[in-house]
């Protein structure tokens, strides 16, 4: 018992100590912690309120927009017209979340400006005289329709509300981070070194707007998510270190914008990020966890074409913070997120937007690390040192109370707003409770028993006779039957049984071992692999040919057997099963001697004369019951029915049926097969089961069979016994 409770402490410490290695050395198991990120999606899903608010609203380039307007990118003077279309609806903050990093190309603009310089050279040269100066306002005119970056540029002059996005791109080895603009770094936040937000991902540079575009606009922020090991975006770094400075993110840039708090209000600390008077928790990696509203079409949204062509209510805009931004199919970017696996980039900004607006965050308590060690290292106490001593039920309802406690919490804290990882110490406190539930089952488990070499399939009571399933030293099947005789009873068997075992043939089932153990003799036998001839019988009614073929496979196994010094003693149809071939097999072979009751019974119908006189008997006292089989099987009935002391005597003395009177249109043969196989006396039989097979093989032929020897003339028929008389004995 000491020993036991050893290993199951030591299997405690060990799961221990592994869980507690995955949670501290992030990426060391991963499937654990992505186990914990499912559960924090599903929990995700729980706090979820679907109520965005009034603050946010969406202008989104969709495919109506698309089907309406032209494919995607649009020029930039009908962005111009979207601001100027919004502006007189009033926004508070309008971010455009769409990629403005260059200036436009403007071919037809350099086409007519090339034009207009060759015009005035002609003109110049007097070889063209336009006094009236009326080219002049055609090429101003056509110069202002073309230049669509001039006309962005007004608008988000004349809308002063605009928040552009800074995108990201991969470096090219060995060029170094591009400095920020003047106009950026002075909205940038400033870092201490020992403060621990997010930093700019490896090899990447910022692509920010073009410059004209920057300086109009009322402020910048990158717009990027950094997805989690599993590939799907929980969080977003409010601001990002670069290049020594704190960059904000699109998401807080808006929020910012819209409470009315200047880029020099923003306050970095440890740990949080303050915004006038919001103050937005970090995580230890640097980021705010985004606390979704819900999934996809969870904002109040217009179509882009609708705000073009009037169609949206007056007020739709007023004093609102205004996502522009791409969600027609197959532009723009989209994320997994965990609340649904594709979500366009402005509507993670607008939830991210939304949290820092609402001030609903999601956070990492000061305490969570220290609890959540807390929790393993208790739950590892309890499995080495409470568990190894309860009972399997107790143990169980102290397993099941301790893990709903701690789901049911951890549930319970998310909803509330504060994240604590309670998958690691519930999945080792099922890790542990399985191991050592299973090795208390495997210990306590009583071993199978065992007869010889050969092990029971099932705990039975080895005192009682019967068949019993096992399987040998290799893992054979084998049917065991035991039984429990007297001495003289017992030799023969064990000899009979040794006998058989020597015999191999495909008609035979062979005997795999036999011994005495506890005063109970076993003999292990091949298990059946078909349907024996009882069953077939019940079932179907075989054909003639079928039922001789049968017959003549089993006969052959008797001519091997009976030349090997082994009479069977007990052929009848539950001892023979067909084979897939049509073949026979003959099952039982060394088990006469073991007969029970029943079984003798069962198999007098077919017992030769001498048998049933209790007489010895050899190998043609087995063709005498093959043959009686056969005619069954031919005919449909026994050749010999009735009680046990009568159907003796009948067996003794009277002749059997003529079976082609019971079946019409067998083979003529037939009856002489049958009559030379049942007959009295044993002289007059086959001398050789071959000589039967091939006899029942001719019947499936036309040819002549040899007459039947001449028999003398019969003895005196004794009187009948009444049926109730005993029956003679038998070997």
């Not at 937000?197 to 910022?206: C, D, E, H, Q, S």
């Not at 807080?252 to 880029?263: C, D, E, F, I, R």
């Not at 088990?591 to 019974?601: D, F, N, Q, R, V």
Request: aromatic share 6%.
């Amino acid at each position: 018992m000491k020993r036991s409770r050893l290993a199951e402490a030591a299997v405690g410490l060990a799961l221990t100590a592994l869980v507690a290695w995955g949670y501290l050395v992030a990426g060391a198991l991963p499937a654990l912690e992505g186990l914990e990120l499912k559960a924090y999606d599903r929990r995700a899903k729980l706090r979820a309120t679907l109520d965005s608010g009034q603050e946010i609203v969406l202008v989104a380039v969709d495919d109506a927009s698309l089907s309406a307007l032209g494919n995607w990118p649009w020029p930039r003077s009908r962005l111009a017209d979207l601001l100027e279309a919004l502006r007189g609806m009033g926004p508070r903050v309008v971010g455009l979340d769409l990629p403005c990093s260059e200036p436009s190309d403007g071919r037809g603009l350099a086409e007519v400006r090339s034009l207009q310089r060759r015009f005035e050279a002609l003109r110049a040269s007097r070889r063209i005289i336009d006094r009236t100066r009326s080219f002049d306002q055609l090429f101003s005119s056509a110069t202002a329709r073309l230049d669509s970056d001039a006309r962005l540029l007004a608008a988000l002059q004349d809308s002063g509300n605009v928040v552009l996005p800074i995108g990201f791109a991969r470096l090219r080895p060995g060029r170094l981070l591009q400095p920020l603009p003047p106009v950026i770094s002075s909205a940038t936040v400033a870092l201490s070194r020992a403060q621990a937000v997010a930093a700019a991902p490896a090899n990447t540079g910022l692509v920010f707007p073009w410059e004209p575009f920057l300086e109009s606009a009322l402020g910048a922020g990158y717009a990027a998510a950094r997805p989690d090991i599993d590939g799907v975006v929980r969080a977003q770094a409010p601001v990002l270190r670069y290049g020594g400075r704190g960059l904000p993110s699109f998401a807080l840039a808006l929020a910012a914008a819209y409470l009315g708090v200047k880029p020099s209000g923003i306050v970095c600390s440890p740990g949080r990020v303050t915004v006038g008077d919001v103050s937005i928790p970090l995580d230890r990696r640097g980021r705010m966890l985004v606390s979704f509203v819900g999934p996809e079409g969870t904002f109040r949204s217009y179509s882009a074409s609708d705000v073009l062509g009037g169609k949206t209510p007056p007020d739709a805009f007023k004093n609102k913070l205004v996502l522009v931004g791409l969600t027609a199919t197959g532009i723009g970017r989209a994320y997994a997120t965990a609340v649904t696996p594709s979500l366009p980039e402005i509507e993670l900004e607008a939830n991210a937007a939304e949290n820092i607006i609402h001030r609903r965050f999601l956070v990492r308590p000061d305490f969570a690390r220290a609890l959540e060690l807390g929790l393993i290292g208790a739950i590892g106490l309890l499995l080495m040192f409470v568990l190894p001593r309860l009972r399997i039920l107790s143990g169980f309802l102290l397993f099941l109370f301790l893990e709903t406690v701690m789901l049911g919490t951890g549930t319970y804290l998310f909803l509330e707003g504060q994240w604590l990882k309670v998958s690691y110490p519930a999945v080792l406190l099922l890790a542990g409770y399985l191991l050592l539930a299973l090795g208390r089952l495997l210990s306590e488990r009583p071993a199978k028993p065992t007869l010889g070499r050969f092990r029971l399939e099932r705990e039975q009571d080895l005192g009682a006779a019967g068949v019993l399933p096992a399987c040998d030293s290799r893992g054979r099947k084998v049917f065991l039957k035991t039984m429990r005789l007297e001495a003289a009873a017992k030799e023969r068997l064990l000899r009979d049984a040794r006998l058989a075992a020597k015999l191999e043939h495909p008609g035979i089932a062979r005997v795999l071992g036999c011994g005495e153990e506890a005063g109970l003799v076993y003999v292990a036998m091949e298990p059946p692999s078909g349907r024996n001839l009882a069953i077939c019988m019940k079932e179907e009614r075989l054909s003639a040919g079928e039922a001789l073929q049968a017959a003549a496979a089993a006969a052959d196994a008797l001519d091997y057997a009976h030349a090997h010094g082994a009479v069977h003693g007990d052929v009848r149809p539950q001892n023979i099963e067909l084979r897939q071939d049509g073949g026979a097999r003959l099952l039982g072979f060394g088990l006469a001697a073991s007969k029970t009751a029943a079984e003798l019974a069962a198999g007098a119908a077919y017992m030769s004369p001498e048998q049933a006189a209790g007489r010895g008997v050899d190998g043609r006292s087995d063709l005498f019951s093959l043959t009686a089989v056969l005619f069954e099987l031919l005919t449909g009935r026994k050749p010999f029915s009735g009680e046990e002391g009568t159907l003796l005597f009948r067996i003794a003395n009277e002749p059997h049926p003529d079976p082609l009177a019971l079946r019409p249109g067998l083979p003529p043969a037939v009856k002489t097969v049958i009559d030379r196989g049942l007959a009295k006396d044993p002289a007059r039989r086959y001398p050789r089961a071959g000589e039967l097979a091939r006899d029942l093989r001719a019947c499936l032929k036309p040819a002549p069979l040899p007459p039947v020897p001449p028999q003398a003339p019969p003895a005196p028929r004794p009187p009948q016994p009444p049926s109730d008389a005993p029956a003679p004995g038998r070997a």
